[in-house]
């Protein structure tokens, strides 16, 4: 299979609704509230024949200041701008600092660590299988649903896209990608190979999912994996930025930027081309701050930052004769609150979820927000490896209380938007109510710990599974011994340096079908250590094989525009097939182990490819 580029008013029911509304004028939302959300839709949205469609389109690292009509005259988004004015612009949406937590967030309406997830990558950006997405909510109800671009919330089924209410799949699962020209993607767990620029075949694979599914209702989401690095767009719109005198890195930014902007009124056009649009709910968001150091709307913070700049995004949202245009939304509101509010705009009765924190914005879509309650929203700071308790944020309509390890700031974001004065001395009571409501979210949502997801095998929807090198668990006995190529083993990186014969790779998994599996090592080894000898075992099954050929080719040139990082190399890949393993049901620990190595070195390890065998 091969894709080619083109050129490129009501309020919330008296039911259920309004019980969560009342629930949002306490500290927070908690898992007291009910397992399912029903509403009765009624009024100025049931207008239209059949339920709306819905498009929900997320870019990757785009920044508030990102866009013109947020005061930035240095770049070119006419599509967003008038998509801004045609509905609703919110001027205080939050999202989390980094990709894998929004995400989570945005698909189940629950902050991230109820979900288990508390990083970026070496698994850590796992969903639980049995969260509830959006699109599991639409299916059930349905809608015809697709994902194009960037998941980010797990690789393995059924945490996968096609296992998380997506009939259809386009793109990749780990939290970037290294190649946005003529590139590889996967399409429903199958490699395709694809031609042009990333963006552009994404927004192919969405419009024909749309033209395919006109007659029916469905949820597209398109979730772009640009402006995020690696740096990387075509020349015409780099050549247009640099022009104007900007550094590299901000040129190539807007640069995708506007890419973007000019892909997603392909999508829109689509929608006018096929007699859609007003039949069709649209939202634009972005996943948290921008990935440099560029004009963020005088805010404090970039991505990764609890501060206000760090997760502070844009939200516009469209549904031509519902919401009235040029709408603006004042009242704080986060990415938690999707999935709520499609359920309610949508009109769908007894749709199951997990218990949420967040709540409908439909009341304030249609201007009544006159009795719209306080509340309170929350960041939990993400480390490597689990989620810290003493980062983190909580912020009102007036105040953000933030908490880094030298304690906590208090900023009133009324008088103080830029965040130049910590008042926590003058407001000991303020700062008081913030962090005691953060400790016991915290607390809330983090009952269920961060021990290591194990990875699924043997599902008959997946009868294979890859190990990534970067999911691995790396052991030593003190020494280095063995490493991932880059520093923290993001998306695609894979285990190197490995000179230790002591030190050993684990993964941990859950076999759910007990039987025969026959495993593969994606790697590659220099001449001089040929004949090193490998052992894969998991329970008390084991398999051997030596490294007879050579396999060092150079990594990939890359097409950066600023200096390539070792997180975005790119090499090609021998397999050596090694046996079979004869595994039990249940947890287990497969191992990777260098018997003997004639070198300074093993192999460098991509992945170990594991596959039920009939």
């Known amino acids: ?27 927070f939302t908690t898992s007291a509230l009910a397992l399912s959300i029903s509403v009765a839709f009624s009024g100025e949205y049931s207008s239209t024949p059949s339920v709306p469609n819905i498009i929900l ?16 005259d240095q770049i070119d988004t006419p599509v967003l701008d008038r998509l801004a004015g045609d509905g609703a612009r919110f001027e205080r949406f939050f999202v989390s600092p980094v990709c894998a937590p929004t995400r989570a967030a945005l698909l189940t309406g629950r902050y991230h660590p109820r979900g288990g997830v508390h990083g970026v990558t070496r698994g850590y950006e796992n969903l639980r299988a049995e969260e509830v997405t959006i699109a599991e909510v639409l299916k059930q109800a349905g809608y015809a649903t697709g994902c194009f671009g960037k998941w980010h919330n797990g690789r393995h ?24 020209f003529d590139t590889t993607l996967e399409h429903n767990g199958q490699p395709v190979e694809t031609k042009g620029y990333v963006a552009d075949v994404l927004t192919d694979a969405a419009i024909n999912f749309v033209r395919q599914n006109r007659e029916r209702s469905f949820f597209c989401y398109v979730p772009y994996n640009t402006p995020h690095s690696p740096w990387l767009v075509p020349d015409e719109y780099f050549d247009k930025y640099k022009a104007k005198g900007l550094d590299n890195t901000t040129a190539c930014a807007y640069a995708m930027c506007e890419n973007l902007d000019h892909n997603i009124g392909r999508l829109l056009k689509d929608l006018d081309e096929l007699k859609l649009s007003e039949q069709t709910i649209v939202f634009f968001l972005t996943d948290n701050g921008p990935n440099s150091d560029r004009y963020n709307g005088g805010m404090k913070g970039r991505k990764g930052s609890l501060h206000e700049g760090g997760v502070r995004v844009p939200l516009f949202v469209r549904w031509p004769g519902h919401i009235e245009p040029q709408t603006v939304v004042k009242p704080i509101t986060a990415h938690i609150d999707l999935l709520p509010t499609i359920v309610e705009l949508c009109g769908l009765e007894k749709s199951s979820t997990r218990p949420l924190d967040g709540v409908s914005l439909a009341p304030l879509l249609c201007g009544q927000d006159q009795d719209w309650p306080e509340r309170m929203l929350f960041n939990h700071g993400v480390r490597t490896g689990g989620v810290e308790g003493r980062h983190g944020a909580a912020r009102s309509q007036r105040w953000r209380a933030v908490h880094y390890r030298r304690g906590w700031e208090l900023y009133d974001m009324q008088a103080d938007p830029g965040q130049i004065r910590n008042v926590a001395k003058q407001f000991p009571e303020v700062l008081k109510r913030h962090a005691d409501a953060f400790y016991a979210s915290f607390a809330d949502v983090t009952k269920r710990g961060f021990d290591p997801i194990s990875i699924p095998l043997g599902y008959p929807q997946r009868p294979w599974v890859e190990l990534p090198g970067n999911e691995a668990f790396l052991e030593t006995d003190g020494k280095q011994g ?13 285990i190197s340096g490995w000179t230790d014969t002591k030190a050993y790779a684990w993964w941990p998994l859950d076999v759910v079908e007990a039987g025969h599996y026959a495993v593969t090592l994606r790697y590659c080894c220099k001449p001089e250590n040929v004949g090193a000898k490998l052992r894969v075992e998991a329970d008390s099954s084991g398999v051997e094989a030596v490294v007879n050929e050579a396999h060092d080719p150079a990594v990939l040139p890359s097409r950066e525009r600023v200096t390539p990082s070792p997180h975005y190399e790119t090499k090609s890949w021998a397999e050596l097939t090694l046996g079979q393993l004869d595994l039990p049901k ?21 992945a170990v490819l594991v596959h039920r065998v009939e």
Request: some cysteine; proline content about 5%.
């Open 1 to 27: 299979m091969q894709l080619t580029a083109r050129d490129s008013k009501t309020r919330p029911s008296d039911l259920l609704g309004g019980l969560l509304h009342r629930f949002t004028t306490l500290i």
């Open 57 to 72: 389109i997320l870019a990757d690292d785009q920044g508030y200041g990102d866009i013109r009509s947020h005061d930035n």
């Open 157 to 180: 089924w059924p945490m996968h896209p096609n296992g998380q209410g997506f009939d259809e799949f386009l793109g990749f699962c780990g939290g970037h990608w290294n190649r946005y």
């Open 482 to 494: 063995i490493r991932y190529h880059g520093k923290q083993g993001y998306a695609n990186d894979w």
């Open 586 to 606: 249940g947890p287990v620990r497969l191992t990777v182990r260098t018997i003997d190595k004639p070198g300074d070195e093993s192999v460098e390890l991509k």
